[in-house]
Nanobody, 128 residues
């Protein structure tokens, strides 16, 4: 099964930038979607950005225009470039992948329940 390992989290001042990376194991064949989710203390896990094998990305309204998801298929690595960070972006960020062969409709693409594989998470803190 797919294994996902995140890196790149840290603490920055509001307005700063971070780039998260997610290294996927070689067993990513037939995985159609990968993405980033986040969870702040006391809150539900929410979708941040996902990308499908069709090349189409989906973003949460709260991050659109500030965050960019990308992937390097040769390296089996997913990225999340985060610019203009705000204190409300502070959370644990998780990399996720769908189960092999599963295709998602548009409403499903930012739902945590649509994804079956998860990394351990990396903490992002933006302070004012």
């Amino acid at each position: 099964q797919a294994q996902l390992v995140e890196s790149g989290g840290g603490s920055v001042q509001a307005g700063g930038s971070l780039r998260l990376s997610c290294a996927a194991s070689e067993y990513t064949r037939n995985i159609q979607f990968m993405g980033w989710f986040r969870q702040a203390p006391g809150k539900e896990r929410e979708g941040v950005a996902t990308v499908g094998s069709d090349g189409i990305s989906s973003y949460a309204d709260s991050v659109r225009g500030r965050f960019t998801i990308s992937q390097d298929n040769a390296k089996n690595t997913l990225y999340l470039q985060m610019n203009s960070l705000k204190p409300e972006d502070t959370a644990m960020y998780y990399c996720a992948a769908t189960n092999p062969g599963r295709w998602l409709s548009w409403p499903e693409r930012l739902r945590a329940g649509s994804f079956g594989y998860w990394g351990q998470g990396t903490q992002v803190t933006a302070s004012s």
